[in-house]
């Protein structure tokens, strides 16, 4: 990785552009969710399967997250404020033990998953995220429930990924023994998804 030239916005990952808006990209069309069936499933390995229904998602304890934001299309939006909850939330409230052999969590949505290693999905730049900017997610940015990979700037301890690892309208979490590529990780984007080294696309 090369060294980042100090002139420059410090914030700001290799090939990215800063953005005021908030661009709308997804995989398929955007799903209607029925908040009286919807469920957030839990599974694999753990100790024992869980299922959250809205309204015990809505009880849990909440997060607030300032994050910046990094997409793999190279726009990046600054001091982006989110509500919600931690993974860290459900393993302290019981929800969820995962078992020893644990070490990746995989994210499904409709359609679609993406996979990331527990110990980033337990840091403090991952959130599950219900309220943006102090109003609950739209859909086109993945109401009910999306999570979301973001950047906190000086944390130079957090890895920071492009904000595909983050599925939205996620209903799923699946915690595999074995990485387990999702959707865009199969199509040829990189594992790894590092903003800093600019890993966007496989070797």
């Not at 409230?93 to 994210?107: D, E, H, M």
């Not at 290693?117 to 102090?134: C, D, K, M, R």
């Not at 957090?158 to 590529?181: H, I, M, Q, R, T």
Request: proline share 9%; charged share 25%; aromatic share 12%.
């Amino acid at each position: 990785m090369p060294p980042r030239d100090p002139s420059a916005d410090d914030r700001l990952p290799p090939g990215q552009t800063r953005t005021e808006q908030f661009p709308v990209l997804q995989f398929g069309t955007i799903p209607q969710i029925d908040l009286a069936t919807w469920r957030l499933r839990i599974w694999g390995e753990v100790r024992q399967p869980a299922a959250l229904s809205w309204e015990e998602v809505c009880q849990l304890p909440v997060t607030e997250r300032t994050l910046d934001l990094h997409c793999v299309t190279r726009w990046s939006k600054y001091d982006t404020h989110w509500r919600g909850f931690t993974l860290q939330t459900l393993l302290d409230s019981g929800w969820v033990t995962p078992l020893p052999t644990a070490r990746f969590v995989i994210q499904h949505a409709p359609g679609y998953t993406t996979n990331l290693p527990l110990n980033q999905v337990v840091a403090e730049n991952f959130l599950f995220a219900t309220h943006y900017e102090g109003k609950p997610i739209t859909p086109e940015h993945g109401f009910p429930l999306r999570g979301l990979p973001g950047a906190i700037p000086g944390r130079d301890d957090l890895k920071d990924v492009y904000l595909w690892k983050g599925a939205k309208w996620l209903n799923g979490l699946e915690f595999s023994a074995e990485d387990l590529p999702g959707y865009w990780e199969r199509s040829g984007y990189n594992n790894e998804a590092d903003v800093w080294k600019d890993q966007r696309f496989a070797d």
